[in-house]
Nanobody, 126 residues
Framework: QVQLVESGGGLVQAGGSLRLSCVAS????????MGWFRQAPGKEREFVAA????????YLADSVKGRFTISRDNAKNTVYLQMNSLKPEDTAVYYC???????????????????WGQGTQVNVSS
């Protein structure tokens, strides 16, 4: 009964901000690394951000560094993606994903994540 549910997507103008949330259930959340990926129409799914189980280590794609921040609240089984200074090129469906965390894992490859949410749409208008 593992379930990841994203929320917080919507329509925003360029330069604006959104905060995405992902609530997990049915898994030991504090033992899992969590990631955010996105996919635009006709394009491959790409890595956006990831955070290890303790929250001490985070990873960001070069395209979003300085604009996006990933965080987690293990008490709430929730991971967040704060998106600032949004650009039209950020328009995509954003997916939350989880993998059991261990030393020397890879956090930017989609294939390493066993669990995925249904996605939330983010549209950034110019």
């Amino acid at each position: 009964q593992v379930q990841l549910v994203e929320s917080g997507g919507g329509l925003v103008q360029a330069g604006g901000s959104l905060r995405l949330s992902c609530v997990a259930s049915g898994l030991p959340f504090s033992s899992y690394a969590m990631g955010w990926f996105r996919q635009a129409p006709g394009k491959e799914r790409e890595f956006v951000a990831a955070i290890r189980r303790s929250g001490d280590n985070t990873y960001l794609a070069d395209s979003v560094k300085g604009r996006f921040t990933i965080s987690r609240d293990n008490a709430k089984n929730t991971v967040y993606l704060q998106m600032n200074s949004l650009k039209p090129e950020d328009t995509a469906v954003y997916y939350c994903a989880g993998q059991w965390d261990y030393d020397n894992s890879n956090y930017v490859q989609a294939a390493r994540y066993a669990y995925w949410g249904q996605g939330t749409q983010v549209n950034v208008s110019s």
